[in-house]
């Protein structure tokens, strides 16, 4: 099961292109991506020729110390990079902003999903807001605001309902 290189570093066999060792690979605009396969993975690489799975590697061919594939802008700063290991893979966006745009519906399944914004968060819609939980849904914070724009506010339960503060001002 050999391959044939096309380049230093590159084999081509029956799994397409793969990279031996670190790789950098010029882009346009003067940006880079480098490819860095862990110690081992190099060596599975150029143990079977391929760079494919074997018994010395994690799960799907990636070595327990991973690999990383990083984008580099013209100026060397890391723009993104990516991670992947036989626990997890991860994805780290660089120094900067970052804007996600498309035109169809974005969705995203997870066990759990964690969020945090270490100055503030903001959540808005042009249209409605629908928050549903099969279970409890807490709400914490030194101060809470509610506030209805124009309408109604509703509270509805199917068992009591408790207010509970110091004191309770209504109609203020």
């Known amino acids: 099961m050999g391959g044939t290189t096309t380049k230093p570093g590159v084999v081509a066999g029956p799994e397409g292109l793969m990279l031996q060792g670190d790789q950098r690979v010029s882009l346009s605009g003067g940006q880079s991506l480098l490819v860095r396969r862990s ?45 992947v290991t036989a626990d997890a893979t991860s994805i780290e966006l660089g120094p900067g902003s970052v804007r996600l745009a498309l035109e169809g519906d974005l969705s995203i399944d997870a066990r759990r999903v964690s969020l945090h914004a270490r100055e503030h968060l903001a959540v808005s819609s042009g249209g409605d807001v629908t928050t549903h939980a099969e279970d409890t849904i807490t709400q914490s914070a030194k101060r809470q605001h509610l506030t209805a724009t124009l309408g109604d506010i509703s509270v509805a339960a199917n068992d009591d309902v408790r207010v509970e503060g110091e004191r309770i001002r209504m109609n203020c």
């Open 39 to 83: 110690a081992a993975q190099a060596e599975v690489a150029e143990r079977t020729g391929l760079g494919l799975a074997s018994e010395n590697s994690g799960a799907g061919g990636v070595s327990e110390a991973g690999e990383t594939l990083t984008l580099v802008d013209a100026r060397g700063v890391a723009r993104l990079t990516i991670r």
